[in-house]
């Protein structure tokens, strides 16, 4: 089998499991309601096929007798066709359930995908997100879900109606007429094999579209994000001729996916008009003849019956490209969910403890303001406590995001209980990867990280982060009120305790001159401050955590030299009686650091406090003095 043969038999595999997954997910979730469907759909099938079906009796048994009576009685007539319009009747109501039935299983699919992926995507590594752009990912909830919606509620009711109609009208057919059935054998299997050579081609191009897509959402959402960045250095001829490639690329595979798509509707009614023609040539040879029993309502039943045969094929070709589109965006969707999620073999849990009389450990289930790692021993069944107080100690760690490109080489340093640990080095030094590391959101390839004597790898991660707090260099506001915002360090904080964190930060001045005060609404990621004010908010949701470990990774590096003093009091008193890392650019913040660790290229070159390294006159000297600057 050639390669271009095994990926479309991939492909196909990858499609056909898609679909009945997806399936699955209507059945398992309306599974009463969508039987109802199921049965709605076929009385509309049934009711549909008796117009052609209907030619026959009222022809035969009704019209013809009566042609040329005296006094034709026309009740038997009226009866028929009361009938008829009772069958007619049903099947329009059959088709006002099962649509409004569809577009209700729809939207309820799309919330159960879309909360999935949601939920599936709070799982996920750090890493994932790191190596993909948010706009592909938005596309999943946006362009993919809705291809999603549209085939729900509308393509996969036409597909079932389709199938019951060809059933239906080729059994009615077989009954009819035998011998006509044979040329509507073979027309089948001739559109059988347009479709799926028009509908391969259709195929692999919708799924290019949906990619070229996503590619395209990526792009704008990154540079709308960047837009100032663009305009500052004059990049808008750049940016659209990046864009232009990419939309390129998305017009040439939506062109060519479209242009088979819409070629199979008219190949297949042309392929019907021209068994029409055949099955009249041939009925009216066979009428002739006196062969199969064919009679004028026979004839006008199965060239009804054979425009009715062709339609469905009609249908499915009209909503192939919506088949395909959504399935294709089905497969990028369940990618996503399933994905690998961020392992967690920690069984080590962080709890509230007190200490007894004895000064023994003792767990707690109110919040005491002391903490304390539960370590259950699998050995003997026992469980020990050891008291949270930020002892952090790397060992031999080495570590790269990549397996051929290592960051850290063979890092070893400690940080004592209290202690305030500043990292220093040119950019790409690996000073913010030591953080990542500590909140293991990434693993170390060797060596070993201890917290407080427990070998991280133990601590369930939720634990191990809920202990440490951290101020990142780019801030992260959400849409809510400033105080929802402080108090998503701590989401039980009562509002004294988040004043109180606003003013150990220093953001209480400022928040008491906006019009509403805490209350004040915020959007767009905070875009009604200041880097500044939006840095002193996410200082003070570190400190309403009041975590005992504190990560400041460039923390007032967005804010001017005056505020910087002013936050630098707040951040001393956050500081006191806590383990803090800090990653600083300005090295006049760092001056009264336990120890200053300085990297380059992964290692550690120097460690001491900051009188030590002024004499050693090596690297951090150069760097304080000017001699040296960071890069």
Sequence with gaps: MSKQENKKSRISKNTLKTAKRLLKYVTETYKVRFILVFICILISSVATISVSLSLKFLLDDFIIPLIGQQNPDF?????????????????VISTFIYTRMMVYIGQGVLKRVRDDMFEHMQTLPIRYFDQRTNGSIMSLYTNDTDTLRQMISQSIPQALMSFFTIIVTFISMLVLSPLLTVLAVVVIFVMIFVTRKIGGNSGKYFVRQQMSLADVTGFVEER????????VFNHERKSEEEFDELNEALFESASRANTFANMMGPVIGNIGNLQFVLTAVLGGFLSVLGVGGITLGVMASYLQFTKSFTQPFMQVAQQFNSIVMALAGAERIFQLIDEEPEKDEGYVTLVNARKDEKGNLVECKERTGMWAWKHPHSADGSVSYTELTGDVVFENVTFGYNEDKVILKNISLYAKPGQKLAFVGSTGAGKTTITNLINRFYDIQEGKIRYDG?????????????????????????????????????????????????RLAHADQFIQMLPNGYQTMLSGDGEELSQGQRQLLSIARAAVA????LILDEATSSIDTRTESIVQKGMDNL??????????????????SDAIIVLDHGKIIERGDHEDLIKMKGTYYQLYTGKLELS
């Design 75 to 91: 009740a038997g007539l009226y009866s028929a066709l009361s009938v008829l319009g009772c069958i007619f009747l049903l099947g």
């Design 224 to 231: 709308m994000n960047g837009q100032r960045v663009v305009k």
């Design 454 to 502: 427990i070998n991280i790898t133990k601590i369930k991660k939720d634990d191990l982060r809920r202990s440490l707090g951290i101020v990142l260099q780019d801030t992260h506001l959400f849409t809510g009120t400033i105080i929802d915002n402080i108090r998503y360090g701590k989401l039980d904080a009562t509002d004294e305790e988040v004043y109180a964190a606003a």
């Design 546 to 549: 009041n975590p005992p470990v």
């Design 575 to 592: 500081m006191k009686g806590r383990t803090v890392f800090v990653i600083a650019h300005r090295l006049s913040t760092i001056r009264n």
